[in-house]
């Protein structure tokens, strides 16, 4: 996970990373409790993850992956981002904890989540402190506001 060029200090980045960090614990947490033979609590924090996911990938694809992905530099890049989301909304949303098979699927997709994330950390993020204006930031952060308009607080312009 980069540390170094200071996209953590960002409040809308420090949102998402802090996000991140809540669906891999509720995903961990599901394959705990299926390890524990509790299928239940597992199928309810895979409900979980898969809300947390969806508002948090609206607020990425509407606005800080809308905004980049008009620069050519990027747009491949988001748009292997926004199909790993789709592909994950698709199985979230068909998974079957008492499918072994789903299971084992399950353990992938986190696997692949965790790889997802990085790309994200390790490489847009770092890549939108160069790459965005004022106004550009101000429409990232709208868009994320827009997907979570329960959260508290300003995100502040960086």
Do not use: N
């Not at 409790?33 to 609206?58: C, F, I, K, T």
């Not at 990027?74 to 981002?81: K, R």
């Not at 692949?112 to 990085?118: G, R």
């Amino acid at each position: 996970m980069c540390h170094y060029c200071g996209c953590r200090e960002i409040p809308l980045i420090k949102e998402f990373i802090a996000e991140h960090e809540s669906v891999t614990d509720t995903a961990g947490d599901a394959l705990r409790a299926l390890d524990h033979g509790d299928p239940g609590v597992a199928g309810e924090l895979v409900v979980r993850m898969r809300r947390e996911l969806l508002a948090h990938w609206q607020g990425e694809e509407k606005g800080l992956f809308a905004v980049m992905g008009g620069d050519t530099e990027y747009a491949d890049y988001i748009d292997a981002l926004v199909r790993e989301h789709r592909e994950l909304a698709a199985f979230l949303d068909r998974v079957d904890l008492g499918s072994a098979e789903d299971v084992a699927q399950l353990r992938h997709a986190v696997g692949e989540l965790h790889h997802h994330i990085a790309k994200e950390e390790d490489g847009l993020f770092p890549a939108s402190l160069t790459a965005l204006s004022g106004d550009e930031w101000d429409r990232s952060m709208a868009a994320w506001r827009t997907a979570h308009p329960d959260a508290p607080g300003d995100l502040g312009r960086p």
